[in-house]
């Protein structure tokens, strides 16, 4: 095996994926859903795609929209008592069948969300029936593993639609670098979007 060659066809398996992402007016109905939001928006989802609804969660947060991740498996155990009928639900899910997302979106509806947005690939996934708006990741989604297994470039795919909902979010707010530093105030960004001091020439 030439490694380069093959960690370059990876690269480009992932990138022809998110190149092939489909970005109808649902996914503008789903920006201004969000926007409108009165309660909490929930991220949720398990395995490699509830990594994704973390970090998506994470960078809604940092960009003047809050947000939170919920555990399918732990709402069962009582975080469902986090949410209000008010609350944005938006599951993450490639084949739409995973039972713990499944089985918190339905409770979630018994406790009366009614604003769910399901962003997965399969046609046949329960958890379009379950959403109020779909973002389709597209049907037939090459994974860049060898057996076409492991999730890789449907991942790619997850992440890039939520960078685009979450940084969309961002400008339309005209979120600042200021605002921007006063969530993110440690670390290389707390240091590069920290707002400099400017003297005067009496100072």
């Given at each position: ?18 190149s092939a992402i489909k970005v109808t007016e649902t996914f503008e109905t789903a920006v201004r859903l969000l926007m409108g939001c009165e309660g ?164």
């Amino acid at each position: 095996m030439n490694i380069k060659e093959r960690m370059e066809e990876i690269i480009a398996t992932e990138a022809a994926a998110i190149s092939a992402i489909k970005v109808t007016e649902t996914f503008e109905t789903a920006v201004r859903l969000l926007m409108g939001c009165e309660g909490k928006i929930v991220t949720t989802g398990i395995g490699k795609a509830g990594y994704i609804a973390q970090k998506f969660a994470a960078t809604l947060s940092s960009t003047g929209t809050p947000a939170f991740f919920v555990h399918p498996a732990e709402a069962g155990h009582g975080d469902l008592g986090m949410l209000s009928e008010e609350d944005c639900i938006i599951a993450f899910s490639t084949s739409g069948k995973s039972n713990e997302v499944i089985e918190m979106l339905e409770m979630s509806r018994g406790l009366g969300v009614t604003k769910v947005i399901g962003i997965t690939s399969h046609v046949d996934g329960p958890i379009r029936k379950l959403s109020d708006i779909v973002l389709d990741m597209g049907e037939s989604i090459e994974e860049a593993c060898p057996l076409n297994i492991t999730p890789s470039s449907t991942i790619a795919v997850m992440l890039a639609i939520s960078d685009a909902i979450a940084l969309t979010l961002m400008e339309i707010k005209e979120f600042t670098a200021a605002q921007y530093h006063a969530r993110h105030h440690k670390g290389y960004l707390g240091t590069v979007t920290r707002p400099r001091r400017v003297y005067t020439n009496e100072e």
